[in-house]
Structures are given as structure tokens and as C-alpha cells.
């Protein structure tokens, strides 16, 4: 017979009062592992789709239009540059030869090449990879630092335009992108766990980073704040900081070093610093004199960039707002930290940009993932204020997402449209110049030298007393007579024309894609 007030509540408080294991107590811990089991598959599976997104729907775009990732001059330098010399020096064990831009991203297709070979594709699946990592590390992040509409921070960035764009290129830009928020997630994980090797990881994937895009150095400053604020001993920061100068030093030292001291031809990885200049100023520019020639552009540089996000190629006129919103939620309810992180992140590159004399769309990519995390928490916030509103908040933001994907689409088909218009340009250039002449071009010499059959020479790189020792052969000109006089006038290419209009003469052959092709005349 059981023994009176048996298995009642204040019996069962009695137990646990005396630590008695009871069946309820020895349960919960079981059913802790098991919940924390599930969120864990749970995030991966979010994080596994967000980057599927990017990689599957940019991936199968660019194989149906039969993109090789190949367009405009960086993307042609990066290529040749990893599977030729860089490629060379790493199968020989040779110094690594000098190229305008940090190696990061080069050194990572060099070493796809040795399993894909000396083809574009190698620099394709690195970008494609790093695209998704891009989107799905965005999510893990905001999770990571227990902020809400974590999913839909990822999401906006599985979705975004540029993101496909850049995806399916040649060049380095989700690299950077991919290692800078892998490594801010580190930084995070190392701040609730407080265990060094996660902070060791966050060194070395920024200091990756810095070496795949300058600009990532600059968001490694509100990442070091971020870090002393969650220091837990000071010998993890010196090892931190060892990792970084391990990384950075060996390649940056040598040409900051050079341009500083005046030796330009010797700052290897450095060119962005010999040509790059920077002033508050410039925000409410928009008109520059820079190593590109002369540039105006239709906004001033800080509106431009201030504007860049809401574009379709980002995150559109509808979404973009709600990181607004974010941002007050942000103040208001955060850490003092994480606001200071994500915040930071994305106001020290849209600083650096506004202030530097260019304007380009892509260069807005190293600030969108805390701009998402940003726009994530706005919607979160917007979702707990309307209550049975709901629905409308829902259909808002469906329609937000409709207009970024129609808006990426537009944008990877004109690009990749462009790219078909200059294969056009090099047949049409190929049927018009003869196969014993030469072809000096400004513009798409890289293209011609990758697709055209005659031998092409930069004009850029020829300085008008070089010319006669170029014209041994019979000789045709392709470049943009506006562009030249306008952009670039008394500099090369300019100074070129004008020697060989005014010199032996040039006969128009005819334009295409707003190019005049010429012959010059013997």
C-alpha cells in the first residue's frame, strides 16, 4: 500500500529540496540536449538553404546563359594573374610575383586550378562558394549575437542581385565579403563562449579578409572594440593579435612599405594605396581627377552610397527602410556592444566610400550583411507592434522580396548581356582586322586579348614617343573618342590618339558599341 501524501507536489519538492534524483529531474536535462540538438539542426538547416540559394540559383543563371566570369578588366587580371604567375610560383616554390591587388582571392583560385585546371571556372566556383557562405554566415551571425529576424537578415542577402552577380565573377569581392563575416560570427562565438581558439579563427579569417579586400581592414577596428569588450584574458588579445600580424605582415609590410617610400614599382598588393586618396569632403562631390582620368557622376559620392541600398540591386526601395528601423531597435535594445559591432561595420565602409573618389556599385557588398541583420531586427520589431495587423506587415515584406529578386534578375541578365555585346564586338573586330595587322585598344583589351585573334597592345600602356616603335606592322585603333578627350585628356590613351590622328592619320573602319575602329594609315 502506498504510504499516505505519496507522489504529491510538496513531496516531489521535498526530493528535489534534498537533491533526490527524481524521475522529472533526471529527464530535464535530457530534454534540454535534445531541444538544444534541435535548434542546432535547425539553424543548419537554414544556413544550408540560404546558401543553396545563392549558389544553385546564380550558379544555374550564369550556366544557362553560358557566363564564364569572365567581364571587364579586373576579372581578366585576377584570372591571369592566379593561373599564370601566382600558379607558377606556388607549383615551384618561387616568391610570389607582384599583382595590383592583395592575393587573397587570387591564391584561392590558383589552388582550385590545380584540380579544375588553368580555366575560368576555378575563379566561378570560388566566387559561387563564398556567395553562399556569405548569406548563410549573415544568419548564423545574427543568431549568434541573439538578435531577432536573424532568417530574414539571410535571406535578404541570399537574394540580393549583387551578391548573384558577384558570385558568378572572377573577382574577389564575396571573398572578402564571405571571410569577413565568417569571422565576425568567430568574434561573436568567442564572446559567449569565451574560448580562445574562436577568437584565434576571428584573427585569421579577418586578417584574411584585409588580404582579399582592403576595406575589411577597416572593419576590423569596431571588430577589435567588439573584442576588448569581450575579453576575457589579455593573453587571449596578444594571441589574437600575433595571428593577424603572422597573416598581414609578410604581405602588406613590403608594399605599404614601397609606397610610402616612394618606390611605386615596388609596392606589390599595394596598388589600391598608390592610387586611392580619401577626405570627408568628397561625400558632397562628385566630380574627380584620379588616376582613372577625370569622373563626374550624377550624385555626390556620400548621397550615392547612402542611397546604394535601396536599389533593386540590394535590398530595395522597400525594404531598405527597415533597417532603419533596426537601427533604433538596435540603440533601444541591444548590447551596447553588438550595436557598436553591426553598426559600426557598416558605418566605417560607407565612410571610407563616401570619401573616396569613386563610385561603384559593387563596393557596397562590404556593408550589407550588418545592413540585413539591420533590416532583420526592423522587421522583427514591426511584427511584435502590429499584432492582428500581421498579415499586412507579411504581404509588405513579400512583395519587398519580389521586387529585390525581379530587380537581380534585371541586373545578372544586362550584365551578362554586356558580356555577350562585347563577344559580338571582338567578331565583328576580328572580321575587319586583318590576320597580319595589330590592334591598339582602350577599353576591352583584355577581352580582345582573351577572344580576339589579332595581337592587341593597351594603349594605356604606351606613351606617344613609344609609337613608332609600335608601328612596324600594319596597325588598328579601337577605343571611345568622347570618353578619351573627355575622361582622360592629356594622359594616355589621349595623348596617343591625338599623335596618330594628327601623325600618320586614321581612317574610320566603322563603329560598334559606341567604338570607333580605325586604320591607321602607313
Known sequence: MARPGAGVPGEALADERWGKRTPARRAAPRLELALNSARVRDSRMIASTLGAIVV????????????????GQDAFAYFDYATGPLRHALLTLE??????????????VSLASMLLGQTPLAG???SLLMGGVAAAFTYLLARELDLEGAAFAGLLVALCGQVWQSSVVVMSDTTGLATATVGIWA???YARRGVLAWLLLASLLLSYATLTRWIYGLVAVPCAVYALASLRHWQHAAAALLVAVVVLVPTVAPGVAAVFGMHAADASFAGNFEVYSWSPLNAMRRDFFTADGHLSYTLPNGLYYALLPGTPAYLGPLLAPLAAIGAIVGWRTWPRKSFLLIVGWAAIVFAFHAGAPWQNIRFALAYLPP??????????????SLGGRRVYLAAYAAVGLLVMLVGGVRLMQGFIDRKNDDL???SWINSQVPADAQLLSFG???TLQHYGAAPTLDMYEIQPTELAGVLTRPTYVLLDESNVEQ????????TDYRALRDGPGLALVGTRSGLSLFRVQQ
Open 124 to 126: 566561378q566556383l570560388v
Open 56 to 71: 544553385v540559383g546564380a550558379g544555374v543563371f550564369a550556366g544557362v546563359r553560358r557566363f564564364d566570369g569572365l567581364y
Open 424 to 426: 559580338a564586338l571582338v
Open 444 to 446: 576591352p583589351t583584355l
Open 487 to 494: 575622361q582622360w585628356l592629356g594622359q594616355t590613351p589621349d
Open 95 to 108: 616568391p610570389w610575383p607582384p599583382f595590383f591587388w592583395p592575393p587573397g582571392y587570387p591564391l584561392l
Open 371 to 384: 545592413l540585413a541583420i539591420l533590416a532583420g531586427a526592423g522587421l522583427a520589431a514591426a511584427w511584435r
Open 187 to 189: 568574434l561573436a562565438r
